[in-house]
């Protein structure tokens, strides 16, 4: 009982919360240690000038289709007195249960909140890039194959496993096991490539010494493909690639990023990796100094590298870095905010002032500046007021030549002045008003994923019969 008062108390306290002028909701569906469909649910809403997000709830599900997923959520926001009309986002994967544009959640929940913007986890959608680029060449598709049959060799069995540890304490060598390498999981071919890499001779030793001892065929097939020069240099490359990747990724995953600085980001790592292409890129100058350490596994020479990289280096990369700007160019509501990213604001003197961001600015205006026709759950029609008036293009010419004036370092924070500042919120309310709406709407669905990883430790095989009216309060508490 006092655990459940508790997790009213949290409940009352986070509706309150949402009192705030706009929110976005975020949700995932998992499987617990009993087999029970649990659906999580996380709010993003501005609070004094950044994006907040915050656990709320998880809900047991009896089906996982759209349309009971949809009648489950739209029931916890009526049970809960929150507002669907205020609904400005919605934070979901790729899966078609939430974004299908017919009858996904998404579409069932833009006839109650039609303002509200799907946005497909930013963070889901590279690690759908990656995993198609390295599908498309070959040579790195066949070692991501290599890297999983490798992990299943020494994971399963307690005797292969000591035998690496034996030959790693023989090589001086830190004993480093080979982690799992995963399409669905975020970063985790990357921190394959790193364990393999650092321990690349003592895995070929290990291999081949095996093989000697029990003859079994895999070690030597193992054995075969990370001898290979191929092999050897795609794990170099990987090495190089998705640390830039990750390093991406894990920006997203921070609770405090808003939508404009997504563009910034994604083409700094593109630039990034695009040096990998170079001749005289880092992972060459590293494979050809590790040279003396993998004559004993491979000769790699300067031709074999040329070859290398015009077989399997460029067109994986290519193929990369086309993917991530595909999935993340769309030019659409979510991308128009991107005029809030002062880092691309011309120079006071640049003709091109005058008409920065007059082309996304209309897109903005046409959804949030015009009435929209709306169903509220019981199926009454009714209409949605705009959001903003023609008075914000005036607004815009004063507000653009208002951020030219100042310094540089001033506009870093340019969201959040318009959100808090005052001064700003009454000379320029409708920006004012856009800027909250961007930050109550979320990059990515990590916090929902971080959600499920904190109910598996509290729902263990030994608290498998935990009740989910429990589960709210301990997943906050960890939250907190």
């Known amino acids: 009982m006092r655990a459940h008062a508790k997790s009213d108390t949290h409940i009352r306290r986070s509706e309150a919360e949402l009192l705030a002028p706009f929110y976005s909701v975020m949700a995932d569906e998992c499987t617990d240690i009993s087999t029970i469909e649990e659906l999580s649910l996380c709010f993003c809403w501005e609070e004094n000038g950044e994006p907040v997000e915050h656990f709320f709830d998880t809900i047991p599900l009896k089906k996982t289709d759209a349309a009971s997923i949809y009648t489950t959520l739209t029931d916890w926001f009526k049970q809960k007195g929150i507002q669907p009309t205020k609904l400005v986002g919605m934070g979901f994967d790729g899966a078609a249960t939430f974004s299908g544009v017919r009858t996904g959640v998404q579409a069932r929940l833009k006839k109650n909140s039609p303002r509200a913007l799907y946005v497909h986890c930013h963070c889901h959608l590279l690690q759908l890039a990656c995993v198609q680029a390295a599908n498309h060449t070959p040579g790195i598709e066949h070692v991501y194959k290599t890297l999983l049959t490798l992990w299943k060799f020494f994971h399963y069995s307690p005797k292969r496993a000591e035998h690496l540890k034996s030959v790693q304490r023989v090589l001086d060598l830190p004993e480093l096991k080979v982690t799992k390498p995963s399409d669905t999981r975020w970063l985790a071919h990357e921190q394959c490539v790193k364990a393999v890499k650092k321990s690349y001779a003592s895995i070929v030793i290990a291999l081949e010494t095996f093989y000697e001892q029990t003859h079994e065929p895999e070690a030597l097939g193992l054995n075969k493909a990370l001898s290979k020069k191929s092999t050897v240099m795609a794990i170099y490359l990987l090495d190089f690639v998705l640390p830039q990747v990750a390093k991406l990724s894990r920006c997203l995953q921070a609770e405090k990023l808003d939508l404009t600085a997504i563009s910034g980001l994604v083409d700094s790592t593109l630039q990034t990796l695009h040096e990998s292409l170079l001749p005289a890129a880092n992972w060459v100058l590293e494979l050809l100094d590790a040279q003396d350490e993998l004559q004993a596994i491979a000769i790699i020479d300067s031709e074999s590298i040329t070859s290398f990289q015009d077989k399997v280096a460029?067109?994986?990369?290519?193929?990369?870095?086309?993917?991530?700007?595909?999935?993340?160019?769309?030019?659409?509501?979510?991308?128009?905010?991107?005029?809030?990213?002062?880092?691309?604001?011309?120079?006071?003197?640049?003709?091109?002032?005058?008409?920065?961001?007059?082309?996304?600015?209309?897109?903005?205006?046409?959804?949030?500046?015009?009435?929209?026709?709306?169903?509220?759950?019981?199926?009454?029609?009714?209409?949605?007021?705009?959001?903003?008036?023609?008075?914000?293009?005036?607004?815009?010419?004063?507000?653009?030549?208002?951020?030219?004036?100042?310094?540089?370092?001033?506009?870093?924070?340019?969201?959040?002045?318009?959100?808090?500042?005052?001064?700003?919120?009454?000379?320029?309310?409708?920006?004012?008003?856009?800027?909250?709406?961007?930050?109550?709407?979320?990059?990515?669905?990590?916090?929902?994923?971080?959600?499920?990883?904190?109910?598996?430790?509290?729902?263990?095989?030994?608290?498998?019969?935990?009740?989910?009216?429990?589960?709210?309060?301990?997943?906050?508490?960890?939250?907190?």
């Open 314 to 480: 460029k067109p994986f990369v290519t193929d990369l870095k086309e993917n991530i700007s595909r999935r993340f160019s769309s030019q659409d509501i979510v991308a128009s905010f991107s005029i809030f990213d002062s880092s691309k604001l011309p120079q006071k003197d640049s003709p091109d002032l005058s008409s920065y961001g007059d082309e996304f600015l209309g897109v903005l205006e046409d959804h949030y500046g015009k009435e929209l026709a709306a169903k509220s759950v019981e199926g009454e029609e009714f209409t949605v007021p705009a959001l903003v008036s023609s008075d914000i293009r005036t607004e815009w010419v004063t507000f653009r030549r208002y951020i030219t004036t100042r310094p540089k370092e001033d506009n870093t924070k340019l969201l959040m002045e318009l959100a808090t500042n005052s001064m700003l919120v009454q000379m320029f309310p409708h920006l004012s008003d856009l800027a909250k709406v961007c930050l109550s709407i979320p990059v990515g669905t990590a916090s929902v994923e971080r959600s499920f990883s904190q109910m598996k430790m509290i729902k263990t095989r030994l608290r498998s019969r935990l009740g989910e009216q429990n589960l709210p309060d301990e997943n906050s508490n960890r939250n907190a």
